[in-house]
């Protein structure tokens, strides 16, 4: 878990500095409906949520939404609250409960995890408005893939769903790890390993990471076989915490 709290640190200085870089009215390629004044509160409120959910042991998510600072304190304010999700995080009690929405082995190491894709994905946000695109480390990438496809693409209320069966092939072509996602009228199941699919992605894990959660398209991986089924990936898979 402590290496997910420097990645946490890590991405949200990486987004700082693009938000420094880019200017507050800077469009947001990733998220066109944003720019990125909207990215930083965003984000910077997710991180507040997150940590009075920890530091108070709250049960539910019902947290009042922090003030907004004035444009030229946007990306201190930014600063302030990922640096104080980080020490909450460090400082918890490893058993503690509090309200969490993804399998995880304890509600702590779920928001060290979750805080840690959150940042990273945003901070791909924040840099596709200055022309930068920093890969993600491996490991990390692998993580992100694993909680997206186990976590996010498996739940019952996911609208990843085909009225006839279909499958996604996932391999990383920088390490070890691949999966098969089975998508039917049902559900999602999702199968670590190599195995027969309808539509087989590969790519190095930080551009998988990124493919899956729809930050960039497929002429970054390799697609064989049918891409009908990456195009319902993308059409489908919607990331909601609730």
């Not at 509090?98 to 979750?114: D, G, K, N, Y």
Request: hydrophobic share 40%.
């Amino acid at each position: 878990m402590a290496d997910l709290i420097t990645v946490i640190r890590d991405q949200g200085n990486m987004l700082a500095t693009a938000a420094e870089k880019a200017g507050v009215d800077a469009a947001v390629p990733t998220c066109p409906e944003w720019c990125m004044r909207d990215l930083v509160r965003h984000q910077g409120e997710v991180h507040r949520w997150a940590t009075v959910i920890v530091r108070d042991g709250l049960s539910k998510p019902d947290v009042a939404p922090p003030p907004w600072p004035e444009d030229d304190q946007l990306v201190s304010w930014f600063r302030e609250g990922y640096d104080a999700l980080a020490d909450v995080l460090e400082r918890a009690d490893p058993s503690l409960e509090c309200f969490a929405f993804l399998p995880a082995p304890s509600p702590l190491a779920f928001w060290a995890r979750r805080q840690a894709h959150e940042t990273g994905i945003h901070r791909v946000d924040a840099e596709s408005a200055v022309g930068v695109r920093t890969p993600f480390g491996r490991d990390v990438a692998v993580d992100g893939i694993e909680e997206m496809l186990f976590g996010f693409a498996s739940r019952s209320r996911s609208r990843l769903r085909s009225p006839t069966p279909r499958s996604l092939a996932v391999r990383t072509t920088d390490t070890e790890s691949s999966w098969v996602v089975h998508v039917d009228p049902e559900s999602v199941t999702v199968i670590s390993g190599e195995g027969d699919a309808d539509c087989t992605v590969a790519a190095d894990a930080s551009s998988l990471f990124m493919l899956l959660w729809n930050r960039t398209d497929r002429s970054d991986v390799d697609v064989a076989g049918d891409g009908a089924v990456l195009d319902l990936w993308h059409d489908t898979m919607q990331i909601r915490w609730s």
